[in-house]
C-alpha cells in the first residue's frame, strides 16, 4: 500500500481584548504560502454523520465595507464553479450565475 501523504493548513487569528480578530494569517505549505496576511475568511466543512455544513467566518475589523462586496461576490462566482465540478448540474449552475451578476449589478461590482 502507497504511503499517505498528508498536507496541513494552518490558520491564525489575532484577538483584541473583546475577542475580535484583528490580525489573519494562513499558510499552506504544499501551496508556497507562509504566513500570509488576509481580511476576511469563509471556511465552510460537511458533517457526514448529522448532514450538515459547519462554518466559520472571520474577517479583521479593519475589512473594508466595499472590499466585503468584493469578496462576496467573487465567492458567490466560486460556489457556482464548485457547483459544477461537483454535481455537474447546468440548469441549476447558469441560476446560480445568473444570481451572481444581479448580485454585482445591485452593488455596483460592475
Known amino acids: 500500500?502507497?504511503?499517505?501523504?498528508?498536507?496541513?493548513?494552518?490558520?491564525?487569528?489575532?484577538?483584541?481584548?473583546?475577542?475580535?480578530?484583528?490580525q489573519l494569517n494562513w499558510s499552506a505549505q504544499d501551496g508556497g504560502i507562509d504566513n500570509e496576511e488576509a481580511k476576511a475568511m469563509l471556511l465552510s466543512v460537511w458533517d457526514s454523520k448529522n448532514k450538515e455544513s459547519l462554518k466559520i467566518d472571520l474577517w479583521t475589523k479593519d475589512m473594508p465595507v466595499d472590499e466585503m462586496k468584493i469578496f462576496f461576490h467573487q465567492?458567490?462566482?466560486?460556489?457556482?464553479?464548485?457547483?459544477?465540478?461537483?454535481?455537474q448540474d447546468e440548469?441549476?449552475?447558469?441560476s446560480m450565475k445568473d444570481f451572481c451578476d444581479?448580485?454585482?449589478?445591485?452593488?455596483?461590482?460592475?
Open 102 to 110: 444581479y448580485f454585482a449589478e445591485k452593488l455596483e461590482l460592475k
Open 75 to 87: 465567492t458567490l462566482v466560486s460556489l457556482s464553479d464548485t457547483f459544477m465540478k461537483a454535481t
Open 1 to 22: 500500500m502507497a504511503e499517505l501523504h498528508t498536507s496541513e493548513i494552518t490558520l491564525t487569528v489575532g484577538l483584541d481584548e473583546n475577542r475580535v480578530p484583528e
Open 91 to 94: 440548469k441549476m449552475t447558469a
